[in-house]
T-cell receptor, first 112, second 115 residues
Framework: GNSVTQMEGPVTLSEEAFLTINCTYT??????LFWYVQYPGEGLQLLLK???ADDKGSNKGFEATYRKETTSFHLEKGSVQVSDSAVYFC???????????WGAGTKLIIKP | DGGITQSPKYLFRKEGQNVTLSCEQN?????MYWYRQDPGQGLRLIYY???????QKGDIAEGYSVSREKKESFPLTVTSAQKNPTAFYLC??????????????FGEGSRLTVL
C-alpha cells in the first residue's frame, strides 16, 4: 500500500539555520502530496501541497518540490525561526480506500 | 469562517465511564474522520464516515463508537471498553474536491485523560 518514510526527530537547530526534513513516498500513480504542521496542543494545519510532478508547494517560507524520479517531497526553509518549532508531518498518499496511513512526524526544535 | 470545531478541548474521565467528544463542521464536507494521537506517535484512524448515516471502522475502532446522523456532526464516544483511552483525539474532514486528493481539514483536538 501507499506509505511515506520521514526522517525521525527531534531535529534541533539554531535560529536562522537552514532546514531540510526528508520525506520519500511509495504510491501507485501520481498522487497529490502534502506537508502538515502541528503546533503544541493543537490540531494539524496544512502547510503546503503539490498536486503533480515537479510542482513546488510553498508557504510561510517553507518549500517542497514533488520529485517523481526520486519519489521525494523534502521540506526546506532557508532561515528558521523559534516560532517554527512544531511537529511536521509528511502526509502519505491516499490509498485505494481513500484513507491515509500516517507516520510519527518530525519534531522540530529551534533554539534562539 | 468555515472550519471544524471540537469540544471539549480537555476532558477528564473516571475509569468505567463513557464520554462523548463532539465534532462539528460547517465546510459542507461529506467525509469526516476521527484519529487518535499518542505522544511521539502518528495519527491512527479510529472511524471514518464518507456520507450521512454510514461509517466504517478504522485501524483501532475497538472501544469506540460513532454516529453520523447529520452531515455537519460526527461525535465519538469513548466507551469503558477502551482499555487505554488517555490520548489526544483529532477530528478531520474532507470535501468534494479535497476528498480524492487526500487533503484534510482538522479541528483543534480534544485531550482526554482518564483518572
Amino acid at each position: 500500500g501507499n506509505s511515506v518514510t520521514q526522517m525521525e526527530g527531534p531535529v534541533t537547530l539554531s535560529e536562522e539555520a537552514f532546514l531540510t526534513i526528508n520525506c520519500t513516498y511509495t504510491a501507485t500513480g501520481y498522487p497529490s502530496l502534502f506537508w502538515y504542521v502541528q503546533y503544541p496542543g493543537e490540531g494539524l494545519q496544512l502547510l503546503l501541497k503539490a498536486t503533480k510532478a515537479d510542482d513546488k508547494g510553498s508557504n510561510k517560507g517553507f518549500e517542497a518540490t514533488y520529485r517523481k524520479e526520486t519519489t521525494s517531497f523534502h521540506l526546506e526553509k532557508g532561515s528558521v525561526q523559534v516560532s517554527d518549532s512544531a511537529v511536521y508531518f509528511c502526509a502519505p498518499p491516499m490509498d485505494s480506500n481513500y484513507q491515509l496511513i500516517w507516520g510519527a512526524g518530525t519534531k522540530l526544535i529551534i533554539k534562539p | 469562517d468555515g472550519g471544524i470545531t471540537q469540544s471539549p478541548k480537555y476532558l477528564f474521565r473516571k475509569e468505567g465511564q463513557n464520554v462523548t467528544l463532539s465534532c462539528e463542521q460547517n465546510l459542507n464536507h461529506d467525509a469526516m474522520y476521527w484519529y487518535r494521537q499518542d505522544p511521539g506517535q502518528g495519527l491512527r484512524l479510529i472511524y471514518y464516515s464518507q456520507i450521512v448515516n454510514d461509517f466504517q471502522k478504522g485501524d483501532i475502532a475497538e472501544g469506540y463508537s460513532v454516529s453520523r446522523e447529520k452531515k455537519e456532526s460526527f461525535p465519538l464516544t469513548v466507551t469503558s471498553a477502551q482499555k487505554n483511552p488517555t490520548a489526544f483525539y483529532l477530528c478531520a474532514s474532507s470535501g468534494p474536491t479535497s476528498y480524492y486528493t487526500g487533503e484534510l481539514f482538522f479541528g483543534e483536538g480534544s485531550r482526554l485523560t482518564v483518572l
